[in-house]
């Protein structure tokens, strides 16, 4: 039995509900368009981040024996005080874009303290800077990808079920109707023949 009924106003509730799939998918397979581009787009960035990190990690490894002087602590001078983000939309979705890091203000005295620590904290704290922003890029592209999950999936339903589905339902409606209009003017032809019949057979009388 299908899931339908077989009369005019569910062809008609059936052909709506394909008209409204059809408006609605490439709404859709615009946005997984959308959200692919975006995905490439933050995975180059981010792979030129890395690179940058690395490039950074082999400049520092210049100062990793002036780390060991206990004359200075340079801890207080890479405290990450907060993560400056702002908001980009993209196909609809809310993603954070880093911006930049905020440090916590260290007082040090300058007539102590060596003269390389104003440049090793400058570098740990760009290091710093790019591994927050790795770590920010990381979970925007999740959430595109999540988000692309979603998008496809409903990009196949309509595609592979829904809109099919509408349309083997009309499908069948039509055919249906079109049978029980034909069965009714068989019927009217039957009727109309019996009833020419009666009178021809009451006029010989």
């Not at 196909?91 to 911006?99: I, P």
């Not at 102590?112 to 979970?139: F, H, N, T, Y």
């Not at 592209?141 to 196949?156: D, K």
């Not at 019996?194 to 010989?204: H, P, T």
Request: proline residues 2%; glycine residues 4%.
């Amino acid at each position: 039995m299908p899931r339908f009924k077989l009369t005019k106003g569910e062809l008609k509730r059936q052909r709506d509900t394909l008209a409204q799939y059809q408006r609605y998918l490439p709404t859709l397979q615009l946005k997984k368009q959308q959200l692919q581009l975006e995905i490439n787009h933050q995975l180059a960035i981010l792979e030129r981040k890395v690179l940058d990190r690395e490039a950074k990690q082999n400049e520092i490894k210049a100062w990793a024996g002036l780390f060991t002087d206990r004359t200075i602590n340079i801890k207080p001078m890479i405290q990450l005080k907060q993560v400056l983000t702002a908001e980009k939309n993209i196909a609809g979705l809310d993603l954070a874009v880093f911006q930049r890091l905020e440090f916590e203000a260290a007082a040090y005295d300058l007539f102590i303290a060596p003269l390389w620590v104003d440049g090793a904290s400058e570098e740990l704290r760009k290091l710093i800077s790019i591994c927050q922003e790795i770590k920010v890029l990381e979970m925007e592209i999740e959430v595109l990808r999540q988000e692309l999950r979603i998008t496809t999936q409903r990009v196949n339903l309509f595609e592979k079920i829904k809109i099919p589905e509408a349309r083997e339902a009309i499908r069948a409606i039509k055919i249906y109707l079109g049978d029980q209009m034909s069965n009714a003017v068989g019927r009217s032809k039957i009727a109309k023949r019996k009833i020419e019949a009666l009178e021809f057979a009451g006029a010989v009388e």
